[in-house]
C-alpha cells in the first residue's frame, strides 16, 4: 500500500518569513496530493490540492510542488501570519475508481513566531 | 452551505462499554468516509461508503466495530465493547463522488473519544 512520509514534524518561522513542509510518497500510481490544515479542536481542512499532470499549483500565499519522477511534493506558505499556525498534513491517492483511499502523513505543526 | 456534523464532540466511557457516533455529511455527497485520527498522527481510513454500501471496509476491527448508512445519508459508527486503545478522535468526511473535484474530500469536527 501507499506509505507517505512527512518533514519535518514541527517547524516555528518568524512572521512574515516562508515556511515549507516536504512529503515523498511510494505509490508511482498516486495521482491526487491534498494539504490539510488541522486546528486544535478541528477537523482537517483542504487548503490546496494537486493532480499529477501539473507540476505547481498556487492560491494567494500557498502553492504546492509535484515532482513526480523523485515522488515528492511540497507546501510552500509565504509571508506567513500568526493565523497560519496549525497542523498541516500531506496526503496521497490512487484515483482509479475503486482504490480511491487516502493516506495521509503524520503531519508537521507549524508555529508562527510574532 | 452546512458542513458534515458530528455529534457528540466528546465522549468519555470505560472500557468495555459500548459507543456510537454520529456523522450528516454535506448534503447531496455520496460517499462517506469514518477515519480514526490517534493523537499526534495522521487520519487513518475505517470505512468508505458509496451511498448506503460499504465499498472499503478493509481497516475496520470488525471483532468490536461496525457501521452504517442505511438510507445513504447519515452514518454511525460504533464500538462494543470499547477497549483503552480505541481513544482516538474519530473523523466523518464526505465527498460529492467519483472522479475530478469531485473526491474532495471534507471533514468534520470529528468526536474525541476517551476510555477509562
Known amino acids: 500500500g501507499e506509505n507517505v512520509e512527512q518533514h519535518p514534524s514541527t517547524l516555528s518561522v518568524q512572521e512574515g518569513d516562508s515556511a515549507v513542509i516536504k512529503c515523498t510518497y511510494s505509490?508511482?500510481?498516486?495521482?491526487?496530493f491534498p494539504w490539510y490544515k488541522q486546528e486544535l479542536g478541528k477537523g482537517p481542512q483542504l487548503i490546496i490540492d494537486?493532480?499529477?499532470?501539473?507540476g505547481e499549483k498556487k492560491d494567494q500565499r500557498i502553492a504546492v510542488t509535484l515532482n513526480k519522477t523523485a515522488k515528492h511534493f511540497s507546501l510552500h506558505i509565504t509571508e506567513t501570519q500568526p493565523e497560519d499556525s496549525a497542523v498541516y498534513f500531506c496526503?496521497?491517492?490512487?484515483?482509479?475508481?475503486?482504490?480511491?483511499?487516502?493516506?495521509f502523513g503524520t503531519g508537521t505543526r507549524l508555529t508562527i513566531i510574532p | 452551505e452546512a458542513g458534515v456534523v458530528q455529534s457528540p464532540r466528546y465522549k468519555i466511557i470505560e472500557k468495555k462499554q459500548p459507543v456510537a457516533f454520529w456523522c450528516n455529511p454535506i448534503?447531496?455527497?455520496?460517499?462517506l468516509y469514518w477515519y480514526r485520527q490517534n493523537l499526534g498522527q495522521g487520519p487513518e481510513l475505517l470505512i468508505r461508503?458509496?451511498?448506503?454500501?460499504?465499498?472499503?471496509d478493509s481497516q475496520l476491527p470488525k471483532d468490536r466495530f461496525s457501521a452504517e448508512r442505511l438510507k445513504g445519508v447519515d452514518s454511525t459508527l460504533k464500538i462494543q465493547p470499547a477497549e483503552l486503545g480505541d481513544s482516538a478522535v474519530y473523523l466523518c468526511?464526505?465527498?460529492?463522488?467519483?472522479?475530478?473535484?469531485?473526491?474532495?474530500?471534507?471533514f468534520g469536527p470529528g468526536t474525541r473519544l476517551l476510555v477509562l
Open positions: 468526511a464526505s465527498s460529492l463522488g467519483r472522479g475530478g473535484s469531485q473526491e474532495t474530500q471534507y
Open positions: 505509490d508511482s500510481a498516486s495521482n491526487y
Open positions: 494537486i493532480r499529477s499532470n501539473v
Open positions: 496526503a496521497a491517492r490512487r484515483s482509479n475508481f475503486g482504490n480511491e483511499k487516502l493516506t
Open positions: 448534503s447531496g455527497h455520496n460517499t
Open positions: 461508503y458509496e451511498n448506503e454500501e460499504a465499498v472499503d
